[in-house]
């Protein structure tokens, strides 16, 4: 399998070679940050558009409806559209708000979101940031998110948008709980908590049929809880157009109301993204003990292709839940979570840990 | 079973009949209130259901007449007319403590009338501004521009509220009081709210996620129809029927040609009684698989919103190729109908039933089945089959508490006494039974269709005889229909004129909107919303 790790050290050599000098390496070190900062704006954006069209086309499908259709082939361009005009709408500055937190709240959502991303492991050799404690970065960072909502809903200082806040921070609290065990549950299967080791450790399998049933369990729980964390129906409650119009970010407008939506759409990608990553081997691809020629077949794609093609696949499930389902309440959500939810993935990491004592994993 | 009014007259012995329409029992106002008490609590009368309340000037004197059922004896429906003594400073003691329904239906004739309610407890405008300068539906109402001009500024002080309380002696003095308390933390949902589903005004006082009061604000739209009325001819006040509820444009139309014929004594011809009736039924099932819609779309399943909607649009595509529209359909006029049915609508009537069935599984698979969705409507909302009764809570919302009061049954009009079918009762009083009820009813309507499609007679769509400028002889009629959403009325007072005296429309949405504050009490916002759905009333046909 192609090791992109190939094409970036060609790049670090290229760039070490142009000084000549190991003085002026942080020169170097300064102008990869650049290049891989650019890259991973990018990504974001060309993911975010992506999954607005990917949702939109789903939800149509569901719905017995095309879609968007007339900008652009079957409405590809409809998207860039779309983003064009919330670029260049008005950003509203409203009378009685807190205007510094108001303007705070979108960048916080969205660097939570960008930093997240940048902790996926795109292909072998793909990977920004790899160090020790990874998917437990993943985990820190991804709760920063919540305070960027609660901040939007309480700095707006409308009653909607507080209590979409109020929604937003019992919900990504108590569901950040039960995403937590499910991934710890991994983490005692694989027996580490970085990222490049994590896929690695897939190699002869991925963890969900490596784990039994404990990890079966603790991939349905992850789905529901990444749902719920994503602020995605059923678990929508934050938002609940039909009771607060539009939750938290009522107020919002132009590009500020847009990280927000990009941020949800991207949540929504980087949690099938650990999903897959935890759960379906990342970006390993699919082996099948014996089939030497299937395996090799499978070698030949590229493991980024896996690693999004596995994530786009848990998106579709998230994204048909939402399009499927009624919309629980506040308590229904809660009592689901603290009641069934979470005492499950304490039974369950307990299985796992019993599993993984007497070495009955695959 | 004893004469009426001999009943009446031994509980008051002052009151004087008069025969008509319905018998009109005049009572005067300071026994009025003592006598209301003993039509609905003495064990001989039972009249517990006040379905009207019309406010009436006749220019020597102001006042009400009330229109009282009984779901307990086998009594018509009778009227009591009640006129203040004081035109200029009417006064009328309340019923809102016997018949809650009366708390909105006086505070709406109070509104156009002027006419206050001793002992009402929240005596405030119901449609108009509390700033707003006359009652415009007395015959004296200065209707000149200067006095109510567009105001640009908010409506001050709606929190407050006044009360007329009589004391021992009898003096009436006016209390004044407040909606919310200080502390209440209220919340505004509409009148721009996306699950209001239109114009209407909520303020909700909420502790944390829990409803403690609701208090319904309304006339957002309200276009003054009745008012209207009064100076149009009678064949041009049926194209308002169609603008009150729209999801029932049929029935009310229908009931409004049912009141004038009647007055008129004019019969209906075979051919336009079955398409009326089919029509009706089209028009209810259309709504309620707008209801299913809504009610789905309330709760976030906006995909099932969307299969409703795909059904819908076929019945939609028939009232097109008959009425030529699609919302406000213009079809029934005085004497039968408008426009021959176009020579598609059998076949088409055929092949929308044929894929209802399998429809109506598919709702039920995609959303009625599912757990979250009867979670969030099971056991919200509760409305015991008593407080339906006296909120007068008619329509599927009503037999979703268990209470029989399909006026297609009691009171068969059209073709309703030749054809077969159920009255749908569900006995869970909340709202999955007001959606379930709904959900039935689509079943019912379809086999009533199916069993007068095939068998339309040939003939005229129209009595020939109607005559073309219409009078109505003096006098008043009521006629009651079952709309989509309930029993509704119409109200026509004629002075011999071919103008209405006075039109009153007694619509069902105005009593739900009633019973929102005492639903939703206790239960949380997101209930607020769906006890809304399951209600499922229209806005312009509260307003009118």
Wanted: charged share 20%.
């Amino acid at each position: 399998m192609f090791d992109f790790g190939v094409w970036t050290s060609a790049i670090n050599d290229f760039l070490v070679g142009l000084f000549h000098n190991p003085q002026y390496d942080w020169l170097v070190t300064l102008i990869e940050c650049v290049i891989i900062g650019v890259l991973v704006l990018l990504t974001y954006t060309v993911l975010a558009l992506f999954y607005i069209l990917y949702e939109r086309k789903l939800c149509a499908w569901f719905q017995c409806r095309l879609g968007p259709m007339r900008v652009g082939k079957w409405g590809l361009l409809q998207v860039f559209a779309d983003m064009f005009k919330i670029l260049i709408k008005e950003l509203i500055s409203l009378k009685n708000t807190d205007k510094f937190l108001f303007k705070l709240a979108p960048y916080i959502v969205i660097t939570s979101s960008v930093t997240m991303l940048a902790c996926l492991p795109w292909g072998r050799g793909l990977q920004i940031i790899n160090f020790n404690i990874g998917i437990f970065f993943v985990l820190a960072v991804s709760s920063v998110g919540v305070l960027g909502i609660l901040l939007a809903g309480w700095a707006s200082n409308n009653k909607y948008t507080l209590i979409g806040a109020m929604r937003s921070g019992a919900q990504m609290i108590s569901y950040e709980i039960s995403l937590g065990l499910a991934i710890l549950t991994i983490v005692l299967l694989a027996g580490t908590m970085n990222i490049n080791e994590l896929v690695l450790a897939q190699e002869d399998g991925w963890f969900i049929f490596k784990g039994h049933i404990p990890a079966i369990i603790a991939f349905l729980i992850y789905v529901v809880a990444a749902t719920a964390e994503t602020n995605r129906g059923p678990f929508d409650l934050p938002e609940a157009e039909h009771e607060l119009t539009a939750g938290y970010h009522t107020e919002y407008s132009g590009i500020h109301f847009g990280f927000f939506y990009l941020a949800e759409y991207l949540n929504l990608f980087i949690v099938s993204g650990i999903a897959s990553l935890m759960f379906l081997g990342g970006w390993m691809p699919l082996h099948i003990a014996g089939w030497e020629q299937f395996n090799a077949v499978m070698d030949y794609i590229p493991s980024i292709v896996w690693f999004v093609l596995k994530a786009f696949f848990i998106s579709y499930i998230i994204i048909w839940f939402k399009w499927t389902f009624p919309r629980v309440r506040i308590d229904q959500m809660l009592a689901f979570e603290w009641k069934y939810l979470m005492p499950l993935s304490l039974v369950n990491i307990v299985v796992m840990a019993v599993l993984v004592a007497y070495n009955w994993h695959f | 079973m004893r004469d009426i009014k001999t009943i009446i007259s031994k509980v008051c012995p002052s009151a004087t009949f008069e025969e008509g329409d319905t018998l009109l029992v005049t009572v005067p106002e300071k026994e009025w209130h003592k006598f209301a008490e003993n039509l609905k609590n003495n064990p001989e009368l039972g009249f517990d259901v006040l379905s009207a309340v019309v406010g009436v000037d006749w220019k020597d004197s102001i006042g009400v007449i009330y229109y009282l059922t009984s779901t307990t004896h086998a009594w018509d429906m009778i009227s009591v007319k009640v006129v203040a003594e004081d035109r200029e400073n009417p006064m009328i003691h309340t019923v809102s403590d016997l018949w809650k329904v009366a708390n909105f239906q006086e505070r709406e004739v109070y509104d156009f009338y002027g006419i206050k309610f001793i002992n009402h407890p929240d005596m405030r405008r119901f449609f108009l501004r509390n700033d707003w300068v006359g009652h415009p539906l007395r015959k004296d109402y200065d209707a000149n521009p200067d006095l109510n001009p567009i105001r640009m500024t908010d409506e001050i002080n709606e929190d407050d509220t006044v009360s007329y309380v009589e004391n021992e002696k009898g003096e009436v003095k006016a209390v004044p009081g407040k909606v919310f308390g200080e502390d209440d933390y209220v919340v505004n949902i509409g009148p721009q709210h996306p699950s209001t589903h239109g114009v209407m005004r909520f303020r909700a006082s909420i502790d944390g996620e829990m409803v403690k009061k609701v208090d319904v604000v309304s006339g957002y739209i309200h276009r003054g129809i009745e008012k209207l009325c009064e100076g149009l001819m009678y064949p041009q006040t049926l194209h308002y029927t169609d603008r009150m509820d729209y999801m029932s444009a049929h029935q009310n139309r229908h009931c409004l040609c049912m009141c004038i014929e009647k007055a008129l004594g004019l019969e209906v011809p075979e051919r336009a009684l079955y398409i009326r009736t089919i029509m009706d039924e089209l028009m209810r099932i259309s709504s309620h698989l707008l209801s299913f819609g809504c009610t789905a779309m309330d709760l976030g399943a906006t995909t099932a919103f969307f299969y409703g909607f795909r059904e819908r649009e076929r019945v939609l595509d028939i009232f097109e190729k008959t009425c030529g529209a699609r919302m406000s359909l213009n079809y029934n006029v005085i004497g039968g109908v408008m426009a021959d049915i176009h020579p598609d609508f059998v076949k088409d009537v055929h092949a929308f039933l044929d894929i209802m069935p399998a429809s109506l599984k598919e709702y039920h698979k995609v959303f009625s089945g599912n757990v979250i969705a009867q979670n969030r409507l099971k056991k919200v909302g509760y409305l015991s089959k008593e407080d339906a009764i006296n909120y007068c809570i008619t329509g599927p919302s009503g037999r979703g508490s268990n209470w029989s009061n399909d006026c297609r049954k009691k009171h068969p009009y059209a073709l309703y006494d030749q054809v077969e079918f159920n009255e749908v009762l569900e006995d869970g009083c909340d709202s999955f039974s007001r959606y379930m009820v709904r959900m039935r009813e689509i079943e019912e309507s379809c086999k009533i269709i199916a069993q007068l499609i095939d068998k339309i007679p040939e003939g005229d769509i129209r009595n020939p005889k109607t005559p073309k400028l219409i009078k109505l002889p003096a006098g008043r009629w009521y006629q009651q229909v079952e709309a989509s959403r309930g029993t509704f009325g119409v109200y026509i007072e004629s002075d011999g004129g071919k103008n209405p005296y006075r039109m009153h429309f007694q619509s069902p949405c105005f009593n739900l909107v009633g019973v929102m504050d005492l639903c939703c009490r206790g239960y949380m916002i997101a209930d607020l919303i769906t006890i809304g759905a399951a209600l499922d009333f229209v806005i312009p046909d509260i307003d009118r």
